[in-house]
């Protein structure tokens, strides 16, 4: 009864020679469009550095400044300002600006990035069944396929650097917002919809007027879950060398410095707390006309 | 006869993955609960002729789940129909593209909902305006025309609330200063007081008859509130299970309903308070004529009963709004008349 206690695998011959196609195909793929590819995600690398660049460049209180408004604009919550201002201080003061500068323009691009991406793709989702049934497991694909997987054929494709790492970044995070916004446009009320459709809005006029602002509160939470799985990318994005806090995590296990682990790694954590707290006071304050009761 | 505004022909709609491939089983005779249990489709209205009257508040009658939504939204198709055609001012609604259809959507119908549909993210001021900026007017067009509806319909000084923040009939206010500010000539309310107390109820209704005094729209009012129906319907048309039973003013719903269906609807209603003078005049002047009183052609019975006995008079003389004299009524006829209608309302007696 062999055949039964051995799996009835393929031949290691045939399995070798099947990778080695497959290998052999992206190989050819990427010597004949790398360059291409490469050219064209160009404008985008000179955006990050230049972004990047900027925040080193700006001197420190300037940036506190702008975090310390954003956030005060955000969550209108004093709490909330002082706090943000406070870990950021607290960052820099234990030598971690530099990395603190650079994580945070690498989330910041992925992020707009994500929304510029994922909103569409949300509303195309939303508006077709068919594009629907097609995205959804492509998404779920990208949420639960382990990282380093995909970022074969990227750095494969476009070597070590802050756009595979980017690229990787954004294939991890952006499900969220996709998902979450097809979600809100699904869910807006239908009697809302039918009035527009009675008083002859066009396609436009319900998607602008009625379902994207009906749908922002999920929206906003789907923005706000894609800035969090941005963040906890940041360890793996520098593995294949973008910089930021990151890579001293990664010195970190490698040399087994506790220390160094533990603030970068709080560093993190830090960073996290403030854009969520932010974006979620930020998302409750836009949604205020749904609660109100009473009369003034 | 007035003119017609809204013509429905041979109007089916079927519900259902395949309904044009059960048409014909409906044509047929195929009745609702057959179809359902057998062919798995809704019959959601059947062979609808209506004509409705411009100017008149033409009320749609009927049980939940007789049709009366599916009807309201064929008219500007809101939903496509199986069969039939629509008409409205001389236009085939069902021949229009999408941007035709847009375009008499937003310049001869409005709409007001049962459960208000007013946008959420809007202030009051802007859902007023909401029909009049889906036509691209501009700003201080919409400002201005949302602000005068809004006084209209009693809602000053609440502009910048949001709808959460009104109560049920004051956002139905606003359902109606939306409505009215897009200047449409058909006014088109699914239930549109059915969701609110019956005082409150009763305030909107009174504001509607007093709109309509001056506006003179063509409405199309659903309701399964009879006396909702009879207090504000020119006509009534009465549906049942898809299908148009009846279609006349008060008067003939009551004195001469089509079937038992309609007969049960009307059976508790007081009659002498909807029955019209003129409809028990008569043109023969009384013998006995020392002590007449004047009522209005339009005044119900219970009113001319009233009248006469309040003022001890002997006969009545029946006047149109104009001051013309146009019939009689003498004590007896009204007293059988009221007899009749009283013993009527007791059905199980008759
Ligand atoms: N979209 C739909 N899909 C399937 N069936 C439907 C649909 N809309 C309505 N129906 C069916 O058509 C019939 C008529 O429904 P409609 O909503 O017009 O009734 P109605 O008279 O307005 O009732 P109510 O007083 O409860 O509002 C019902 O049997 C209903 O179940
Ligand atoms: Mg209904």
Same mark, same amino acid.
């Given at each position: ?22 290998? #052999? ?66 960052? #820099? ?147 294949? #060398? ?55 | ?350």
């Amino acid at each position: 009864m062999e055949f039964l206690e051995e799996f009835p695998a393929i031949g290691r011959v045939a399995l070798r020679d099947l990778k080695k196609t497959i290998d #052999g195909g992206f190989r050819e793929f990427t010597r004949t469009y790398g360059e291409d590819i490469e050219g064209f995600f160009d404008p985008l690398l000179q955006f990050m550095v230049w972004f990047e660049k900027l925040l080193l460049a700006t001197p420190w209180p300037l940036i506190l400044l702008v975090i310390g408004g954003l956030a005060w604009l955000g969550s209108r919550s004093i709490k909330i300002t002082v706090g943000s201002v406070l870990s950021f201080v607290v960052i #820099g003061y234990f030598g971690m600006w530099e990395d603190l500068m650079s994580t945070l323009a690498i989330i910041t691009v992925a992020t707009f990035l994500c929304i510029l991406l994922g909103i569409p793709l949300g509303i195309l989702m939303a508006r077709s069944n068919r594009a629907q049934a097609m995205i959804t497991p492509v998404l779920d694909i990208m949420q639960t396929i382990p990282a380093f997987v995909y970022l074969i054929p990227v750095v494969m494709l476009l070597g070590i650097g802050k756009v595979p790492g980017l690229i990787a970044v954004i294939i991890y995070a952006i499900p969220p917002i996709v998902r979450l916004t097809n979600l809100g446009i699904r869910l807006v009320d239908k009697e809302a919809l039918e009035a527009a459709d009675a008083f002859g809005a066009s396609h436009m006029q319900k998607l602008l007027g009625v379902q994207i602002p009906l749908a922002l509160p999920n929206i906003f939470a789907g923005v706000n879950q894609t800035i969090m799985m941005a963040l906890s990318m940041v360890v793996i994005a520098s593995m294949i #060398g973008v910089a930021g806090l990151g890579v001293p995590v990664l010195r970190a296990i490698s040399n087994q410095y506790l220390a160094l682990g533990l603030m970068n790694g709080l560093a993190i954590v830090a960073l996290a707390i403030i854009f969520d707290r932010v974006s979620q006071q930020y998302g409750h304050r836009i949604q205020k006309h749904r609660q109100g009761q009473g009369h003034g | 006869m007035a003119n017609i505004k809204i013509e429905i022909k041979n109007l089916t709609k079927i519900f259902g993955a395949k309904p044009k491939s059960v048409l014909d089983l409906v044509n047929n005779g195929v009745e609702k609960e057959e179809l359902l249990n057998k062919h798995k489709h809704i019959l959601g209205l059947h062979d609808i002729n209506l004509k409705l009257e411009e100017k008149n508040i033409e009320v749609i009658m009927g049980l939940s789940g007789s049709g009366k939504s599916t009807l309201i939204r064929h008219i500007n198709r809101l939903i496509e129909p199986t069969a039939g055609s629509i008409i409205v001012d001389g236009e085939d609604v069902l021949q229009m593209n999408e941007q035709e259809l847009r375009n008499f959507r937003q310049a001869k119908t409005a709409m007001v909902f049962q459960k208000f549909a007013l946008m959420p993210h809007h202030t009051v001021i802007d859902n007023a305006g909401f029909g009049l900026k889906m036509q691209n007017k501009d700003k201080d067009f919409i400002q201005e025309h949302a602000q005068k509806w809004l006084d209209r319909v009693g809602l000053s000084g609440f502009e910048n609330h949001y709808p959460a923040q009104l109560s049920g009939g004051m956002q139905q206010r606003v359902g109606l200063a939306r409505a009215l500010a897009c200047d449409a000539d058909i006014l088109m309310m699914d239930e549109a007081f059915s969701a609110l107390d019956p005082l409150i109820r009763s305030d909107m209704q009174d504001l509607l008859l007093e709109l309509q005094e001056e506006l003179h729209k063509t409405i199309v009012f659903i309701t399964h509130d009879l006396d909702e129906a009879l207090k504000i319907g020119d006509k009534i048309a009465i549906l049942n299970e898809g299908k148009l039973v009846q279609h006349g003013t008060p008067q003939d719903i009551l004195l001469d309903p089509a079937d038992d269906y309609v007969e049960r609807f009307v059976a508790d209603v007081n009659r002498t308070r909807v029955l019209l003078a003129k409809s028990i005049m008569n043109d023969e002047k009384p013998q006995d004529t020392t002590q007449s009183v004047t009522v209005l052609e339009t005044e119900t019975v219970d009113t001319v009963l009233h009248t006469l006995l309040s003022e001890d008079g002997s006969y009545v003389i029946v006047e149109d709004d104009k001051g013309k004299k146009v019939g009689y009524i003498d004590k007896e006829t009204l007293a059988e008349t009221v007899y009749q209608m009283e013993s009527q309302d007791k059905p199980d007696a008759a």
